[in-house]
C-alpha cells in the first residue's frame, strides 16, 4: 500500500499492533488486507454562519445559483451536508477528487421507502468550477421541518476501519463465529487509538460500520424496495456487484449536534459508489441505504 505524506505511519502501525493481540482463528495477514484507511468525521454545532463553499452538516447547502433542489415527486429531499474535498487531507489512498464539493442529499418521506427504488430516493451532487457561483439555498416551500438540521462545523481526521460481520469480505475470508465476535472488539480498539465515535460515527471512505450487519448487498441492488422480491438469480448477480461498490460518506443518525435523528431515523446512513466512477468523478449513480438500531 502506498500512504501519501498525510498518513501517520506510527498510527497505522499502533492500530495494527493492537489488533495483533486479539485472539483471531483466522490468519492475522487477512485481517490486515481488509483493514483500511478511513476517515473520521466530528461535529461541533456552528456559533456562526460557515462561509460559503466550507465543509459542514446540516443548515442550507451553498450550490451553483442554477442548481434546482434536489426531490422527488415534489417532495425536496433533506440536505444532509457538503463536503469540501480540498479540506481533506487523510485521503491516503488518493481515492478522492482532489477538489471540488460534493453535496448529499435523501428523502424523509417514508412512503418512498415502500414504493421507490433506493437509487431514486437520495442525490449525490459535484461542483468543481468557480466557487464564486455558490449561493446559500433557501428551503423550498414544502421542505420539511424535520429536515431542517443545526449548521455544524466538521472536523476531518484519520482513521481506520474492518468489515462488518456478514459482509462478504468476511464470509469470503472464512472467519469464524469467534472472529466476528471479535470484529466489535477490534472497533472499540481501533477508535480508542483513533479518537474516533465507538458507535456509527461519520466517516468518508473505508469499511462502512454497519448497524444491521452489512450494506454492501443492499447498495447492489439499486432497484431494491420492499415490495420486490428478489430470486436467486438476482442475489447471485447483487453478489457480484457488490464488490465494485466502496463507501463514500457514512453518516451517524444518533449525533446530537445535528439532530439528523429528529425526522424518525436511529441508526446509519450510507452512501456508496463504484470505484470506476469514483476514478472517474462521476456521482450520478450513487448507492445508499438507511439502517436503524
Known amino acids: ?50 462561509k460559503i463553499g466550507k465543509s459542514k452538516f446540516g443548515g442550507l447547502p451553498d450550490l451553483p445559483k442554477e442548481t434546482e433542489w434536489p426531490n422527488l415527486n415534489g417532495f425536496p429531499f433533506a440536505f444532509i451536508g457538503q463536503i469540501n474535498l480540498e479540506e481533506i487531507k487523510f485521503d491516503i489512498e488518493n481515492k478522492l477528487p482532489k477538489k471540488g464539493i460534493l453535496y448529499f442529499f435523501f428523502s424523509t418521506n417514508q412512503t418512498d421507502y415502500q414504493f421507490e427504488p433506493f437509487n431514486k430516493i437520495h442525490k449525490v451532487l459535484y461542483f468543481n468550477e468557480n466557487f464564486d457561483n455558490l449561493k446559500t439555498q433557501d428551503y423550498p416551500i414544502n421542505y420539511n421541518d424535520l429536515a431542517k438540521f443545526k449548521e455544524c462545523i466538521i472536523k476531518f481526521s484519520e482513521h481506520y476501519s474492518l468489515p462488518s460481520y456478514q459482509n462478504y469480505q468476511i464470509v469470503e475470508n472464512g472467519f469464524s463465529d469467534e472472529d466476528e465476535n471479535l470484529l466489535f472488539e477490534a472497533n472499540e480498539l481501533i477508535c480508542e487509538i483513533t479518537g474516533a465515535n465507538q458507535d ?94
Open 1 to 50: 500500500m502506498n500512504w501519501n505524506i498525510f498518513g501517520d505511519k506510527n498510527l497505522n502501525e499502533k492500530v495494527k499492533k493492537q489488533l495483533k493481540k486479539l485472539n483471531w482463528e483466522v490468519d492475522f495477514n487477512v485481517v490486515l488486507r481488509l483493514l483500511k484507511p478511513t476517515i473520521s468525521i466530528k461535529t461541533k454545532i456552528a456559533k456562526e454562519k460557515i
Open 200 to 293: 456509527v460515527g461519520h466517516q468518508i471512505l473505508g469499511n462502512a460500520n454497519a448497524v444491521q450487519g452489512d450494506v454492501s448487498y443492499w447498495w447492489a441492488n439499486q432497484n431494491y424496495n420492499l415490495e420486490n422480491e428478489i430470486d436467486e438469480k438476482k442475489k447471485t448477480e447483487i453478489q457480484k456487484n457488490e464488490k465494485e461498490i466502496i463507501l463514500l460518506l457514512q453518516i451517524d443518525v444518533l449525533d446530537e449536534n445535528p439532530e439528523f435523528s429528529k425526522f424518525g431515523a436511529s441508526g446509519g446512513i450510507y452512501f456508496g459508489i463504484k470505484k470506476q466512477d469514483l476514478e472517474n468523478g462521476n456521482f450520478e449513480n450513487t448507492k445508499f441505504v438507511i439502517q436503524n438500531s
